[in-house]
């Protein structure tokens, strides 16, 4: 692992040494901004979030295997805060992102998580299809068209949007923000009215029952468990929240939002309508000053209540969603799959509520899914454009945001092709594998930064909680546990748990 130097004395302007980068130049830490002025990056989270496990992998659980899994979903969404939070706080207290960070420790290591990255987005168009079938649905338009011709219509429709979204929006991460922040609305209120349906409110008592049972999991696996589902229930658990590199997305939007000491680093702007920011190559430090120290707090309180409403909006719409599910799916004992992914869970609804509760279903399933192209597209493109900066000789001659608009180019018709290639859910699925066991590999990596590199080159109060670090610890070994149940699962048809 990589060296550091003694901790951080120095004024504004010098440096102090970490890992195998350059140098942070110290700064003074911003004076924190306020909490409806920071206010952001966990409602793109959330909405990011509020995907295919949400829609597609828990409902299909649901309908096969009924309470079987329900008692670990709560579980699966409160962890994924320490997740976040090991991400977060390292954006916040540097100004440096996910994979600068990981660059800081080991080039090697650094590129197997961005080889992971590539092949887990090589077929994120898969979130575009999945809503589109709903908007095909929804609308009915073309005409006359099949249901996979149709949901490709709609699947460039809604890339030709965003893709303009992203060209000409001033400041990127303000259209994300916006867009998505309406998405959530649009959901949650939606899935609101959606379980006040009487049909939905009878099955209160046998769902939450279940709902709040995490220990019916150590009874054993449900006796119908067919081993091909390992794949599912594995993105189930991932997709509680986001998983994977979709957490790590979190990072980025932190830094554009600038909150701590992303302040002093620039945004990705528009080449059309906006004005060039420089984005430095590294971050920043701070010395131990009493001012400083009451900042960063006040940025580390705010990170919690940031990430909190990430997680708990994402922890409110799944549930919502499964309960769904549990009244109207699970009775009728089929699966949603294929090109009609959305649409089979609609005629559900339809048969429960009528015309209106389709239409319902279909409006928050395109939003659902849809947005998950733009926000997708944007973070991976700013992961991509951070892993070149740093490992890539003479990647720096090339501007950040020059980077960043490359990506987004690769990622749409990459996107665009693999599309033609599956069926949503297999290529949701696909992403879904891989983000888990990155989820694994990198925690341990933001456990060292965070709780033994920094506090060495930066005042000691930067230093988290012992809690926090045990915490973090017990999460990674249990996504190291359940990445070998999974293996067994498909290596050896495992049929219990434990």
Not at 73 to 78: F, M
Not at 139 to 160: C, D, N, Q, V
Not at 309 to 338: C, D, H, R, S, Y
Not at 456 to 482: D, G, M, N
């Amino acid at each position: 692992m990589a060296t550091a130097s003694a901790p951080a004395t120095q004024g504004e302007g010098n440096t102090v040494s970490l890992g195998r980068l350059g140098p942070l130049k110290i700064m003074s830490v911003p004076v924190f901004v306020g909490v409806w002025a920071a206010l952001g990056p966990g409602f793109v989270w959330a909405s990011l979030g509020q995907g295919s496990g949400e829609l597609i992998w828990w409902p299909y659980l649901t309908a096969k295997y009924g309470a079987a899994f329900l008692g670990i979903l709560l579980p699966a969404c409160i962890i994924q805060y320490w997740v976040n939070y090991e991400i977060i706080r390292y954006t916040v207290t540097t100004g440096e992102t996910f994979f600068t960070g990981m660059c800081r420790l080991n080039k090697g290591f650094t590129i197997l998580l961005w080889l992971m990255l590539v092949i887990t987005f090589m077929w994120f168009g898969g979130y575009a299809a999945g809503g589109s079938t709903a908007l095909f649905d929804l609308t009915k338009f073309p005409p006359g068209w099949s249901p996979r011709a149709g949901t490709l219509f709609w699947t460039y429709i809604t890339m030709a949007i965003f893709l303009a979204a992203l060209i000409f929006g001033r400041v990127i991460y303000n259209v994300v923000e916006k867009f998505m922040t309406v998405v959530v609305i649009i959901t949650v209120v939606g899935l609101v009215i959606a379980v006040l349906n009487g049909t939905v409110l009878a099955t209160a008592g046998s769902f939450f029952a279940a709902y709040l049972n995490p220990f019916a999991i150590f009874g054993g696996m449900p006796a119908k468990w067919d081993s091909k589902d390992a794949d599912a229930l594995l993105t189930g658990v991932a997709f509680a929240g986001m998983g994977g590199f979709f957490n790590v997305m979190f990072s980025y939007w932190v830094r554009d939002k600038g909150h701590g000491m992303s302040q002093y680093a620039g945004r990705v702007t528009s080449p059309i309508t906006g004005k060039p920011e420089a984005i430095p190559a590294t971050g920043f430090g701070f010395a131990d000053t009493p001012e400083n120290k009451r900042n960063y707090l006040d940025w580390l309180r705010f990170s919690r209540l940031d990430n909190g409403i990430a997680v708990g909006v994402n922890a409110f719409t799944v549930m919502l969603m499964f309960w769904l599910a549990w009244a109207i799916l699970l009775p009728k004992g089929e699966v949603p799959a294929g090109w009609k992914i959305a649409v089979t869970q609609a005629q559900f609804f339809e048969n429960a509520m009528g015309a209106f509760g389709r239409m319902l279903f279909l409006v928050i399933a395109a939003a659902f899914l849809s947005d998950s192209w733009l926000g997708i597209t944007d973070a991976v493109s700013r992961m991509h454009s951070d892993f070149f900066c740093h490992t890539v000789p003479g990647a720096q001659r090339i501007s950040f945001r020059a980077w960043y608009y490359i990506f987004v180019g690769v990622l749409t018709f990459i996107s665009a092709t693999t599309v033609l290639m599956a069926q949503p859910g297999a290529l949701l699925l696909a992403g879904g594998v891989l983000n888990f066991i990155a989820m694994a590999i990198y925690m341990p990596a933001l456990i060292y930064l965070n709780h033994k590199m920094l506090p060495r080159v930066l005042p000691e109060w930067v230093r988290p909680a012992k809690a926090t670090f045990w915490i973090a610890s017990a999460i990674t070994a249990f996504y190291i546990v359940l990445g070998i149940i999974y293996l067994l699962f498909k290596l050896l048809d495992v049929r219990i748990l434990f």
